[in-house]
């Protein structure tokens, strides 16, 4: 009763039960340790989608991509869980995306309105992916446009295209390194 106690004035409270749902079932209000005792363990991230979870006609997406060059425009069709369609690596998208999947969560969320991104071009290539996945309906479009929408289209590959923005440019042998080749350039000889 030392729980009964600490509540001071509103220990008179401290019998009161709750029914709880529609059955009755009743549980104490109680401040004591019991409340506790359990501990409660966070993931980091909900489950992956199961297999058996999806819906029985499987899932399927169709990818158009524009203005991204190296004949890498035109429009794929994806059908995963077996994977198959007229993409050039249907194995690789669609496991990209089952990558991407979590219970409670979109794969091709849309970057949120308040998020701060970096001021860089990615290029004009777009895509539009429509279809059903995880027996949710999809119909999201991508651009290359500032720094999270290059970071959300490159998380989609090989579903969408890999495209220049992600590769290291190394310079040529013995010139120096690309911000001092301006100043190299002009500085007189020795």
Known sequence: MSQVTRLGRFSRFAPLLVAVGSVGAVVPLSAGPAAAAAPVTLSPAPPPVRDEDRPAGGDHLTVTVRNAGDGADGTYEVDCHPSRG????AGGACAVVDRNTRWGTDAFAP???DSVC????GGP???HVTGTWAGRPVDTRFDRSNGCQIGRWDRLVPL???LGSSEVLKPQAGSPPAPLRRFVAD???P
């Open 86 to 89: 007229s993409h050039p690596d």
């Open 111 to 113: 970057v949120p309105k």
């Open 125 to 127: 290539a777009t895509a």
């Open 187 to 189: 500085a007189p000889a």
């Open 118 to 121: 970096t001021m860089q071009y």
């Open 160 to 162: 969408l295209p890999r």
